[in-house]
């Protein structure tokens, strides 16, 4: 009967597994464009992807309260939120830089590090005092969009919700816009410029400062999107939600070598599917005895496995040129 | 040859400690004022019940105190205990320090009260528990724990039976949030599901607040009868929110963690329909409370939180268990080992939500247990959820 099920929910297991991946391969861009760039971990980007989350939880809020959430057909209400999700995020990014990196910038390689963590106590309790003070909660409940609860049916056994399918889509679509954006364009040439050498950068003209905060903008955008994805995909959220998120997104980023675009999108759904099958098989496999909970404790232990064997992450040896 | 300066500087470090350490002398008591300690989350997700708590005491100080203890000035003292067990630990080894302090109301959480609990037992300070229902937190035969409400095995015992005779479901899944309480009173539903014709698919506890995917297919492959969460609601509503839309059709049920106006507003229509055990009705339940209602919503503006009533009995209980220690003691101010005495001698007390007399543990003697229906997923519409059943069972002897 176990082996059964085992087979039975394999493939819903592997859905589950993606969509929770491209969640964290969008977080990983924010984490590993950074890296790419400065050098620098940014720990503050779990909340600047909370952030996301929240503005697009208020934007529904409001528009519920307002009435106007059932005449606006899903798409449509699905890009306002994003687009709010994604500017406020992105804004906060590169707001955080400006404030509390570029001012570190020539200090030694830990000191923006204790001021990223720092950054990241400070937001996450200024969005719970926000909240606490707007709403008297500091949890807030996505408002049911009954067309993204909607499921297709795939075969027998397996079906999607559209949120899900929404988020995969959504996700590849700003993946590939990324990696065109950096590879292809004059500022993403600038971009990887910078993160080759700033000073030479510097020298042939490009506003080094100016390619930073663009960086900023984008991981901070790309984290916002996630974070509004995260929202309507998962229903609530509160200001402390990014950190578990946000240490898998790093997680991934290192995983798929970090500093690297196509790796941070490879090792977010690795890390998707080895967490979601380790949740889902642990138990049925050892009898429970191991339980869903020791899903994390798999999935960093493959991770450490990896890593042995390629220290550079997934895709770090295979590109060269960071970014 | 250069002298070494450590000598000099911890010579003046020391200066400096021992100008700005506060010096270890107690708070010097004051005459004729009485405090009785809250200890409950005020802040985190389960600060709703917590505060509710501080505030059912807070209004049972203010219509009560007076009346009852006379000599004597009663304050509240509120801790946050952030529903955390070494918070909880801090607080009280905290509060054990003011002399004044001769009582504390709380915990929300067993998992804090239990640690918390051995500091008070240990300065002999009296505990009154308006919420904690883990067996352990008696079952240690603590003369200075006391509580208002029933406990985890029954609890689950009452939920388990429920299932299987009136429910009549025939398999179950059950989850826990891994805390002593949660895990606790699902245990005690999985070690009496059998016995009620119940079988038990799966047995899974979760620490997981956001995405239950990989733990609900599973359990939707095995299509079980029921699920039962052990647990609280701000992580139960998410799971039963996501079940659902996972199109799991299962009965959900829990134990009095679900009790909050929270739970709608998090899980919205999923929770509709289920049923949960508890040892504390709402407010609304108990006749000799319609006063209480009132005056809680014109204090706070809102309507009480479940517990608040028992928190309000507890501190009552409290109060008068001071003003007989108060007597006992010729009018002077009583010790706290008088004051723990005093608590459990109190015998057929009417509050508002019972009439309480306790046995050697400090278990109320009897209990009563609840099953409830949820009936809207409208938080303003809490207070009608349906009553099933009503039960009073004595409390289990105590094992030794």
């Not at chain 2, 009582?103 to 009154?128: F, Q």
Request: charged residues 15%; contains cysteine.
């Amino acid at each position: 009967m176990e082996w059964d099920i085992l087979i039975r929910i394999f493939p819903q297991v592997l859905v589950d597994g993606v969509t929770l991946g491209f969640v964290y391969a969008l977080i990983a861009l924010g984490y590993t464009m950074v890296y790419g760039v400065l050098e620098m971990i940014n720990f503050a980007h779990s909340e600047i992807f909370v952030m996301g989350a929240f503005v697009g939880a208020e934007v529904l809020l409001i528009m519920q309260a307002s009435g106007a959430l059932g005449s606006i057909p899903a798409l449509p209400l699905l890009v306002i939120v994003l687009a709010a999700g994604m500017a406020a995020a992105g804004g906060l990014a590169v707001a955080v830089e400006r404030v509390a990196y570029r001012p570190l910038r020539g200090a030694p390689r830990l000191v923006p590090l204790i001021s990223a963590i720092g950054v990241s106590f400070f937001l996450q309790d200024a969005i719970r005092l926000t909240e606490s003070l707007w709403r008297n909660a500091f949890f807030l409940t996505y408002p049911t969009i009954a067309f993204f609860d909607e499921r297709i049916r795939l075969v027998a056994t397996v079906d999607i919700s559209v949120k899900s399918l929404t988020l995969i889509a959504v996700s590849i679509l700003m993946l590939v816009g990324l990696s065109l954006f950096v590879g292809r364009t004059k500022l993403g040439k600038a971009i990887r410029a910078v993160a080759e050498d700033q000073a030479t950068a510097g020298l042939m003209g490009i506003n080094v400062n100016g390619m930073i905060s663009l960086t900023f903008l984008i991981g901070g955008m790309m984290g916002g999107a996630a974070g509004a994805l995260f929202g309507v995909q998962y229903g609530t959220i509160n200001p402390y939600t990014g950190f578990i998120p946000g240490i898998k997104a790093f997680t991934a980023a290192v995983l798929g070598g970090i500093g690297n675009i196509p790796g941070a999108m490879l090792g977010g759904v690795v890390l998707g599917l080895l967490e979601s099958f380790a949740a889902s098989y642990m138990s049925l496999l050892s009898g429970g005895a191991f339980g869903a909970e020791y899903k994390d404790i798999f999935a960093f232990s493959m991770l450490i496995l990896i890593l042995i064997f390629r220290p550079r992450g997934l895709l770090g040896e295979v590109v060269r040129e960071k970014l | 040859m250069k002298r070494s300066r450590i000598p000099v500087t911890l010579a003046v470090l020391a200066l400096v400690a021992a100008l700005l350490l506060p010096d270890n002398v107690p708070v010097s008591a004051q005459q004729n004022v009485i405090k009785i300690a809250t200890q409950s989350p005020l802040s985190g997700g389960q600060s709703t019940l917590g505060v509710g708590i501080k505030d059912g005491a807070q209004l049972c100080i203010d219509q009560q105190a007076a009346r009852i203890v006379t000599g004597f000035r009663v304050q509240l003292v509120p801790f946050d205990d952030q529903a955390k067990p070494d918070v909880g630990v801090a607080n009280a080894k905290n509060l054990v320090t003011d002399p004044d302090i001769l009582l504390v109301v709380g915990h929300l959480n067993s998992g804090v009260a239990i640690p918390s609990s051995e500091v008070y037992n240990d300065n002999n300070l009296a505990m009154i528990s308006p919420a904690n229902t883990n067996p352990l937190i008696t079952d240690r035969g603590y003369r200075v724990v006391t509580r208002v409400v029933g406990r985890d095995d029954v609890q689950g015992q009452v939920g388990a039976e429920f299932a299987g005779k009136d429910l009549k479901v025939k398999s179950v899944y059950i989850v826990h949030d891994k805390t002593a309480y949660g895990q606790g009173v699902a245990e005690f539903f999985r070690d009496n599901a059998p016995k009620n014709g119940i079988q038990v698919l799966g047995f899974e506890g979760t620490e997981e607040k956001a995405n239950f995917d990989p733990i609900l297919t599973p359990i939707g492959a095995r299509n079980p009868g029921m699920i039962y969460f052990g647990g609280i609601y701000d992580q139960a509503g998410v799971f039963f929110k996501q079940a659902r839309a996972k199109g799991i059709k299962a009965l959900f049920m829990g134990p009095d963690g679900m009790d909050s106006t929270d739970l709608p507003k998090i899980a919205g229509q999923a929770i509709v329909g289920m049923h949960y055990t508890t040892v504390a009705g709402p407010p609304a339940f108990y006749p000799g409370a319609a006063k209480f209602i009132a005056d809680f919503k014109a204090k706070y503006k809102r309507d009480p939180e479940p517990f608040s009533a028992q928190a309000y009995d507890s501190c009552w209980i409290g109060l008068t268990a001071l003003a007989n220690a108060i007597k006992a003691a010729g009018g002077k101010k009583p010790t706290r080992l008088q004051v723990t005495n005093a608590v459990r001698n109190i015998k057929g007390f009417k509050g508002l939500t019972a009439t309480y007399s306790f046995d050697a543990k400090g278990d109320p003697d009897p209990a009563v247990y609840f099953v409830i229906q949820i009936v809207s997923s409208d938080p303003a519409k809490w207070g009608q959820n349906k009553l099933i059943k009503t039960l009073r069972i004595k409390p289990p002897a105590a094992k030794k």
